[in-house]
């Protein structure tokens, strides 16, 4: 049987219903399958969830041999996104999404575990604005006659950490696998890849659930790729028309100024401080870590607006340097990105988090 679904993150859902296309995503009413959602996902219709965010994925307990995953790819157009997932804890596996992507096949009795993550989209297809082209629509899951869902674990619905990475393409994953598998007709989708992306892995490191928000090109205040507009109009929509919902991570880190390095540095300043605001706002409760930019963009301007924002009294803000733990392409490749992850996942440990 098909199972249809849409979730509030990590919660346990229980009820249908659909209120109409202007609902809110904070609004959002669960059907009734046990499915935890971390990420940026459009949860409003109980029928689909939808994300344009690479790193967003769900877990899912199940019982049964096989599994398989349905998409909806009517506003989708080539390359299609590409999608990772595992089994357990066996391999990660990797596919282009399709109508039917069947997950495994010959799983032993008892339960199971499924996890499940977008991998890579096409920063340059629309995805922020209708048709979101450049989108995942997941629609549900096949089982075999005699499976069905479980209840999820309890370290999905109640995480210890909840991050979330706020950032630009490095953020996203674009160009990790750069040169090699897909170059070509289906080139982005396959070199991006939010899985071995350093925030996706510094996550992991941190035992702790997250959300990857990324767009290419952007910046604090100009829009890029994809027709996504600038951090500070993006921040509060998962994109046009639905905004964001009521996620309170525990951190969240910042990492943007790349896309902004020709920018005068006073007036960048004055534009992080606004970014910073606008965070704090959302997540009044969260430690905030603003990165300095891999390559170093920006770093006095963020330095200081993080100095600031300490002296007015906001000391759950913290700036992380990362002087000297990157030289090489604008874009970190898949063995770069877990050096970043391993050092990230020190600093926060060590200068935000604490003992």
């Not at 674009?174 to 396959?190: E, I, T």
């Not at 606004?274 to 603003?290: D, E, F, G, N, S």
């Not at 050092?343 to 060590?350: D, E, P, R, V």
Request: with cysteine; hydrophobic share 40%.
């Amino acid at each position: 049987m098909t199972t249809p679904l849409c979730a509030v993150f990590c919660v346990i859902l229980t009820i249908a219903a659909f209120v109409g296309d202007d609902l809110k995503a904070a609004d959002a009413v669960p059907i009734m399958n046990p499915i935890a959602f971390s990420g940026r996902w459009d949860l409003r219709s109980p029928a689909r969830a939808i994300t344009v965010n690479s790193g967003s994925y769900f877990r899912v307990r199940f019982s049964g041999p096989s599994i398989t995953a349905n998409f909806d790819l009517s506003l989708n157009k080539e390359p299609f996104p590409t999608i990772a997932w595992r089994i357990d804890e066996g391999d990660w596996k990797e596919s282009e999404i399709a109508g039917k992507v069947g997950l495994t096949d010959g799983l032993p009795n008892g339960s199971h575990t499924l996890w499940l993550m977008v991998r890579g989209l096409d920063e340059h297809q629309n995805r922020w604005t209708t048709p979101l082209v450049g989108s995942v629509t997941f629609i549900g899951l096949d089982l075999p006659k005699g499976g069905k869902l479980l209840p999820p674990l309890e370290a999905w619905t109640k995480p210890a950490l909840k991050l979330e990475f706020l950032g630009d393409s490095i953020t996203e994953g674009v160009l990790v696998q750069a040169g090699g598998r897909g170059v070509g007709k289906n080139s982005w989708p396959w070199q991006t890849d939010a899985l071995h992306s350093y925030a996706c892995r510094t996550a992991m490191l941190l035992s702790a659930a997250w959300r990857q928000v990324g767009f290419g090109a952007t910046g604090i205040n100009h829009g890029g790729s994809g027709g996504a507009l600038s951090a500070l109009k993006t921040f509060d929509y998962f994109y046009q028309g639905c905004p964001r919902d009521g996620w309170q991570p525990d951190v969240v880190v910042i990492n943007q100024g790349t896309n902004d390095a020709g920018a005068p540095s006073e007036a960048y300043a004055l534009l992080y401080a606004k970014y910073l605001a606008l965070v704090r706002q959302a997540y009044p409760k969260a430690k905030i870590a603003a990165v300095r930019p891999f390559g170093g963009a920006q770093a006095a301007s963020i330095s200081q607006e993080v100095s600031k924002a300490r002296e007015k009294g906001d000391h759950a803000v913290y700036y992380i340097d990362t002087t000297g733990w990157y030289s090489g392409p604008l874009h970190p490749g898949a063995a770069a990105s877990i050096g970043l992850a391993d050092k990230l996942a020190a600093a926060l440990k060590s200068e935000v988090l604490g003992p």
